[in-house]
């Protein structure tokens, strides 16, 4: 079974949601910042997400929220589970479509939720609510929503097309983190419309009501 050491609003969030919408049991150790001792005899680093995997021949232990997510779809994958099939494009997609894949799964970490974060950290670091760096960051962020914008304009439900993915789960946590971070982003139309329909989905109410 995999257990998921998990801060709510984190971005364990994101793996709680995969394992709701695969409808797979898994188990919750929760705690908040900062994270208890004897999480550090987990993971050293004491970063979240964590997990770890009983069902592999030899236990696993592994962190960092994208490499968790195609771990866990990757793995059921290669078993012939359909669920993880179509949440990861597979299992043997076309190279552009595997490619757009890769990307926006990435687009959500790296162009949405590292730029929040770093709004996040300034302001609790410095005690401002505005310097060149959040100016930055924010104008880096509408760059990129009005990207996300243009591509959802074509009335696509998700991000690569009909299929929901975990490139869904990757964007969708970090408008979760805009929210509880209290980011000033205003979501295009579009975007905005995608996220109700994310947030609409039975597996992610569950995991934020975990």
């Not at 866990?72 to 479509?97: F, K, Q, S, W």
């Not at 959802?152 to 929901?164: I, K, P, Q, W, Y």
Request: hydrophobic share 45%.
């Amino acid at each position: 079974m995999i257990t998921i050491y998990h801060v709510p609003n984190s971005r364990s969030q994101r793996i709680v949601w995969l394992m709701e919408e695969m409808q797979e049991p898994y188990r919750l150790e929760t705690f908040g910042i900062p994270v208890p001792e004897s999480f550090l005899a987990v993971n050293p680093l004491g970063a979240v997400p964590t997990i770890t995997d009983d069902d592999a021949d030899t236990p696993i232990t592994m962190f960092e929220s994208i490499a968790i997510l195609l771990y866990i779809t990757g793995r059921r994958l290669v078993a012939g589970n359909e669920a993880a099939a179509a949440l990861a494009v597979g299992p043997r997609p076309d190279p552009a479509h595997y490619a757009e894949h890769l990307q926006f799964l990435h687009f959500g970490e790296a162009d949405l939720a590292t730029p929040i974060g770093t709004i996040f950290r300034t302001r609790v670091f410095t005690g401002e609510q505005t310097n060149a760096t959040i100016a930055d960051q924010l104008a880096q962020l509408g760059k990129r929503l009005a990207f996300l914008d243009s591509r959802l304009a074509d009335g696509r439900s998700f991000v690569t097309g009909e299929r929901f993915t975990i490139a869904d789960i990757s964007i969708g946590y970090a408008f979760l983190l805009a929210e509880f971070t209290r980011c000033e982003i205003t979501l295009p139309q579009h975007v905005a419309a995608y996220w109700a329909r994310l947030q609409a989905r039975p597996g992610y109410k569950r995991s934020v009501a975990e």
